[in-house]
């Protein structure tokens, strides 16, 4: 039976790194899964996806904090407040920032998971792979950081 239009995730990727956006793209796409991406790169195109969030409403943001410009942890919080279903986003701050006090920040504001960029593609796929199948309705705290050492 083929897949509805329904069940297509749609996951949004802001991250002003356009290889960092590319590989996360591809990554998602390697799980074979229906997926509408959007790929945002500047504090305007974030913002602009902000104002529409009701027309479309992610399934998932990958929100790197450190855009230029961007209060990115407030960003969070401007999801979170922008539909009445913004809890249903799960939002996951993508970052090279693995300091303890950003990562605790985050879930402050409203993060889901806090995922610091993988240094290789294989990572990555793993990185994609436990974003999108885990079970959200289950998983425990411990499970909300990736961060490979």
Known sequence: ?????????????????????????????????????????????????????????????????????????????????????????KIIIYSTDNERSSIEKAFEHGADFYAVKPSNYRDLKNLARNIIEMNWETFDEGSRIFHIL
């Open 1 to 89: 039976m083929p897949e509805s239009q329904n069940s297509k995730k749609i996951i949004c990727i802001a991250d002003h790194d356009e290889d960092d956006r590319m590989l996360l793209h591809e990554a998602l796409l390697t799980l074979d899964q229906p997926f509408e991406i959007l790929e945002i790169g500047s504090k305007n195109q974030l913002a602009d996806r902000l104002s529409r969030l009701s027309e479309i409403l992610p399934d998932f943001i990958f929100l790197n904090t450190s855009m230029p410009g961007v209060e990115g942890f407030q960003y969070i919080e401007a999801i979170r407040k922008e539909v009445e279903s913004g809890m249903k986003i």
